[in-house]
């Protein structure tokens, strides 16, 4: 059973949960919290449980942490009587600065877990480790790594870019979805992007214009469609990242697909008009099979152990043996067809038809049509969450939704669509033949990239319209995948996951486990990067006041802060130009306020107000050219005592 703080209508629906719940999450506390001198450094022993936590650097484990590093926090779990590996756990956590001179106070912690759990809007810690980021494929030398935790203010965060040796043409996800290899025709070559570091690691030489990839199920080998002087696949060995061979097959645009016992690659060529069956162990070619129009898409299903090739021309899916290319059975269709998939258990094929505005499906178990679902607007891509099939036009802003559940049922086959974006995928100069859709890390949300916009949109299931966008600093999105961050299994009892530490000093991790039922916190300390300087805030600032904290409505809430000059070695700042922005979610009653100034530093707001909700403080130094979106901000949530509010 999935927890609660990691279900969709939690995590998503947030905003709208009422502020009682802090209620709740403050009983959490008192329940969970457990005995504090069970702690000893970086392990805690609790009902037969023993946890051992530690963070390093993934690109430099034995040197100290530094601010900027890509970290990997693990967590080890034993039982304590057996020394045996505890697995399947579902482990959530967050990780918050501690104040300059502070140590790990375990009642502080505690209570902002509950704080954390309760789900109030905005409440968020420094670093959440149940999401995820976007890695997004741009129209230039790029990949963008995009935080979409989104504040208030609509500012998301970009991670870091990779700079990729040339334009992409596809790309694709090793099968443990820790790296990606990106295709660059102009370049030749195949790029080796780790999705742990966010680093390229290597750029392979490939043969002439690759432009498809794609990953047998097992991972080891890639296999990449090259178009130039000798067109034809080129095998990559992804272990030792080497070339392994190079299989000419055909001229033309190949598409690719191996079967689910890694035997066999089929790839289309195109200005041939014929399909090769590759030996994926021999690493050689064992016939061509002649198509009659267009090889326009390939697809397999591992339940009926069928090749299917989509012929454009003719409008007609082939059957085929995957291993000697003997035809089983012919699906007519319509002229016009385009890309094919087939749905998540492999039963049934979709495929597009851009010039008939459809949508076909046919049941993979007798061979036959079982639907045409009209898609208006040229549907041209086609691509899976759990439970919907999402459909892709060339010429309107609209995605079609097809209910997975209704396929292959008697009555007429429902769907419903949402608009993403202003512009269609046909405005944009370019367009690649990797996904526009991404499925989040929760279960029932999409990521919808639209070209015409340069923009991501983010869609949960059930919604009329996409719930907000990231935007790409500038850049064009063509395609995009989601990295992970929930902190998983990877070993018996070890559990991993990925951070970029933002700044030196020092950190508490939280840690919560539903069974048993736990909430525990460890320290850790980021030291300075001297490669980081020249990018440091003028100014730094450091809040005396613990975020995500309740005050009743009526009650004068003060807001202590430090500020320090980062370009006088820390001296206090005692400018008299600071002042803050407040306003209550999700952007209403804003007020700019004066600050008082203590001296040495220190800041003093204070403000009264009137109304329920999350509120938000965010100081500027316009003399130091830092406005509202550059220094940290702090939250509180403000209760009518009606209601069961009040300070905990």
Not at 207 to 218: L, M, Y
Not at 255 to 272: C, I, P, Q
Not at 489 to 518: C, H, R, W
């Amino acid at each position: 059973m999935t927890p609660f703080w990691k279900s969709d209508r939690i995590r998503q629906y947030a905003p709208f949960i009422a502020l009682g719940a802090g209620v709740l999450a403050l009983a959490a506390f008192f329940v969970f919290r457990g005995s504090p001198d069970a702690i000893s450094g970086k392990s805690v022993s609790r009902e037969g449980l023993r946890v051992d936590f530690s963070v390093t650097s993934v690109v430099a484990p034995d040197e100290p942490l530094k601010a900027g590093d890509i970290a990997r926090v693990s967590l080890k779990f034993t039982d304590t009587n057996t020394g045996k590996p505890v697995t399947g756990l579902l482990p959530a956590a967050w990780i918050d600065p501690l104040r300059k001179g502070s140590k790990l106070d375990q009642e502080s912690c505690r209570a902002s877990a509950a704080t954390y759990l309760s789900g109030f809007v905005g409440i968020r810690p420094m670093i959440d480790l149940n999401s995820y980021y976007i890695v997004v494929l741009n129209a230039d030398p790029t990949i963008a790594v995009i935080d979409p935790i989104i504040g208030v203010r609509g500012i998301t965060k970009l991670l870091t870019q990779v700079i990729l040796p040339g334009p992409p043409e596809d790309w694709a996800r090793s099968a443990d979805e820790k790296q990606v290899y990106v295709a660059m025709p102009n370049a030749d070559a195949v790029s080796f992007v780790d999705l742990d570091s966010f680093r390229l690691i290597n750029t392979v030489k490939v043969g002439e214009r690759p432009t498809r990839i794609t990953v047998q199920p097992d991972g080891r080998y890639a296999f990449v469609g090259t178009t130039g002087a000798k067109p034809g696949v080129t095998v990559l060995d992804t272990e030792k990242q080497e070339v392994k061979a190079h299989i000419e097959t055909g001229k033309g645009h190949h598409e690719l697909v191996v079967t689910s016992d890694n035997r066999f690659l089929l790839a289309s060529n195109r200005d041939d008009r014929t399909v090769s069956i590759i030996d994926v162990r021999k690493r050689k070619k064992i016939k061509d099979v002649a198509i009659k129009g267009l090889p326009i898409a390939l697809a397999y299903s591992p339940l009926s152990k069928s090749a299917y090739v989509a012929d454009g021309e003719t409008g007609d899916v082939l059957v085929l043996d995957p291993e000697t290319g003997k035809q089983r059975a012919v699906i007519p269709l319509a002229p016009g067809l385009g890309p094919m998939r087939m749905s998540p258990d492999g039963r049934f094929g979709f495929v597009v038809n851009p010039s008939a505005d459809k949508v076909y499906v046919f049941d993979t178990a007798n061979n036959r049509q079982i639907h045409a679902i009209e898609v208006e607007g040229e549907p041209f891509q086609i691509v899976f969450s759990r439970s919907f099939g999402y459909v892709r036009s060339l010429a309107n802003n609209t995605v079609t939704m097809i209910r997975l559940a209704d396929i292959g049922g008697s009555e007429r086959i429902a769907i419903s669509e949402f608009q993403a974006g202003e512009r269609p995928p046909k405005d944009a100069p370019y367009l690649l033949p990797s996904d526009l859709f991404a499925t989040a890390v929760t279960e029932a949300s999409t990521l919808v990239v639209s070209p015409g916009d340069a923009n991501v949109f983010y869609y949960m299931e059930g919604m009329n319209a996409p719930m907000g966008s990231f935007g790409n600093y500038g850049h064009r999105p063509l395609s995009a995948i989601v990295a992970d961050r929930t902190i998983k299994e990877t070993a018996p009892g070890e559990y991993n996951s990925t951070v970029k530490i933002p700044v030196e000093g020092g950190y508490q991790f939280i840690l919560t486990l539903d069974s048993p039922q736990m909430i525990e916190c460890f320290d850790f300390q980021a030291v300075a990067n001297p490669e980081l300087a020249s990018d440091e805030l003028p100014l730094r600032i450091a809040y005396d006041n613990r975020g995500g904290v309740v005050s009743p409505v009526g009650q004068q809430v003060k807001i202590h802060f430090t500020l320090n000059d980062t370009a006088q070695d820390g001296a206090p700042y005692n400018g008299g130009d600071v002042k803050v922005l407040t306003f209550r979610a999700p952007g209403q009653d804003r007020t700019e306020h004066k600050v008082k100034s203590l001296g040495e530093g220190k800041y003093e707001f204070a403000f009264t107000p009137d109304k329920s909700g999350a509120y938000y403080m965010y100081p500027s130094v316009p003399s130091a050219g830092l406005d509202y979106a550059k220094l940290a901000f702090i939250t509180i949530i403000v209760q009518d005592p009606a209601e069961g509010g009040g300070a905990p």
